[in-house]
């Protein structure tokens, strides 16, 4: 399958080009060249992003019974779950910012990748059906309602707060009636954790989980809840996770506050790979499904968002 992709200048349909080398326009004659399996829709390359994220998640379950596919439930603090539950099997899917990749998405759907880096696209490149080079805050070189569904992991948060509207109402052009848009995103959470470590130093708080992650559009669960909303999609689901603890990942960046939280960070890294991550893994998972669900949504430390683009406006 090949997505088909219209001119962002215009709207009218791209054409391959005669050697291969891009799509061109016939109407307003821009050309935009393929390299790499990678179409590129923009001039040059985001100096943040380029070649930061090269990761591709490479699980894929032998088949899609609940025996062989239950470990998706603990990836990615059941995003790739949500995904599973909510876009139904062989459905046209957009993974925004998808750096390098997931393999069971490539394996279950038809999938369109999207991202401003080029070399994570093109590592990709082989796995998803068509990879574009493109920012999602302006138009999108897709016609309008080709989507099933539109997904990503740890992006919504690097959106300006100001440019989420029209990211959204752009993603809504493009998505089915009755697609769903799932979005695994940090927030601005009051978790126990954070709160003491803006206590400790608020500007260290901002150097490294705000601007050195890049997280320009940092908001609390509850005013993203209100972005999804106010662009009329309807949440069918809306869970905040690591209310209580966090993630291994996360023990690097508690280290630099020192003293004992530095000693706390080197035990974190002791549980960041192999079967000690699996079992803080699956701990955290289970938290999130048990107590995590009584606790206040303010406390998240990361969100699970389902919505739907309603059959009618």
């Given at each position: ?55 591709t ?58 991202d ?9 490149s082989s ?5 574009i ?12 309602a ?20 029209g ?19 940090d927030v ?31 908001e ?56 000690r ?9 289970l ?27």
């Amino acid at each position: 399958m090949s997505f088909e992709l219209i001119c962002p200048e215009d709207g009218h349909a791209l054409a391959e080009t005669v050697n291969g080398s891009g799509f061109s326009c016939a109407t307003c004659g821009t050309s935009f060249p393929e390299k790499s399996g990678v179409v590129k829709f923009l001039d040059s390359a985001d100096e943040f992003y380029e070649g930061r994220y090269l990761n591709t998640i490479a699980f894929v379950p032998s088949s899609e019974r609940l025996l062989r596919a239950w470990p998706l439930w603990l990836m990615s603090s059941g995003y790739l779950w949500a995904v599973r539950r909510y876009v139904p099997q062989g459905g046209q899917l957009m993974e925004m910012g998808c750096a390098s990749g997931i393999a069971y998405f490539a394996a279950r759907y038809q999938v369109l990748g999207l991202d401003l880096s080029f070399s994570s696209l093109a590592k990709v490149s082989s796995l998803y059906d068509r990879c574009i080079q493109a920012d999602v805050t302006q138009r999108l070189p897709l016609p309008d309602a080709c989507l099933d569904g539109i997904v990503s992991s740890y992006v919504w948060e690097h959106i300006p707060p100001d440019q989420k509207p029209g990211a959204l109402a752009e993603l809504l052009r493009v998505l089915k009636p009755g697609g769903r848009l799932i979005f695994l995103f940090d927030v601005e959470g009051k978790t126990p954790l954070y709160r003491m470590l803006k206590r400790r130093d608020r500007a260290l708080y901002k150097e490294v989980l705000i601007d050195r992650e890049g997280h320009l559009g940092w908001e609390t669960p509850e005013e993203n809840r209100a972005q999804f909303e106010a662009a009329g999609l309807r949440v069918l689901e809306y869970r905040g996770k690591d209310k209580l603890l966090v993630p291994p990942a996360m023990f690097d960046k508690i280290a630099e506050w020192g003293g004992g939280l530095r000693r706390l960070g080197a035990i974190g890294v002791w549980f960041s790979s192999g079967l000690r991550f699996q079992l803080a893994n699956g701990l955290l998972r289970l938290l999130d499904e048990t107590i995590g669900r009584i606790l206040p949504l303010s406390w998240s430390r990361i969100v699970v968002a389902v919505c739907e683009k309603p059959a009618r406006p």
